[in-house]
């Protein structure tokens, strides 16, 4: 569905307006409660929706079919601190895409998850790489690499 905008809030609450009419009219489409704590972060890739929270957690939600609302098709735990940024990948991967989390505990993973499951946690699979000495606040994918673009305030060695 075009013209759709999710917004996350401090009350762990998603919200979906769709855009009706010209650019100057949305209505709601859509109000979940998502987390336990502030929602931080979000991307989208396809019809899957990425949430990240204060609550340490990654809510993995589907598109409804008929254009209204998301649904919840799994949580990603494993970040020991709020996470902070997220990116999806732009290719598939075996039926999946890859997801890159930041968060405050210095971790930066990466996620493989399905595009199309029911199951809950034990689908996604990750991988952590480097520890930053500072808090991570942004991550960008691109070209096959991860792109740290003033991730933390610790220093990057040019080696």
């Known amino acids: 569905m075009h013209g759709v905008v999710y917004g996350g809030s401090s009350d762990g609450y998603i919200m979906g307006w769709v855009r009706i009419g010209g650019f100057k009219r949305y209505k709601i489409l859509c109000e979940v409660k998502a987390h336990k704590m502030a929602v931080l972060c979000m991307c989208l890739k396809g019809e899957v929706l990425c949430s990240g929270s204060a609550d340490k957690s990654i809510g993995i939600w589907r598109r409804g079919i008929d254009g209204v609302g998301v649904y919840r098709v799994g949580v990603i735990s494993g970040h020991e601190g709020p996470v902070k940024c997220l990116q999806a990948s ?46 991570i606040s942004c991550a960008k994918w691109g070209m096959q690499l991860i792109l740290e673009q003033n991730c933390s305030a610790d220093k990057v060695d040019s080696n």
Not at 92 to 120: A, E, H, I, Q
Request: charged share 30%; aromatic share 16%.
């Open 90 to 135: 732009d290719s598939s991967v075996g039926g999946g895409f890859l997801l890159y989390s930041g968060s405050l505990d210095r971790s930066l993973r990466v996620w493989w998850v399905p595009m199309y499951t029911d199951k809950k946690e034990d689908t996604f699979s990750t991988i952590q790489c480097k520890e930053h000495k500072e808090f």
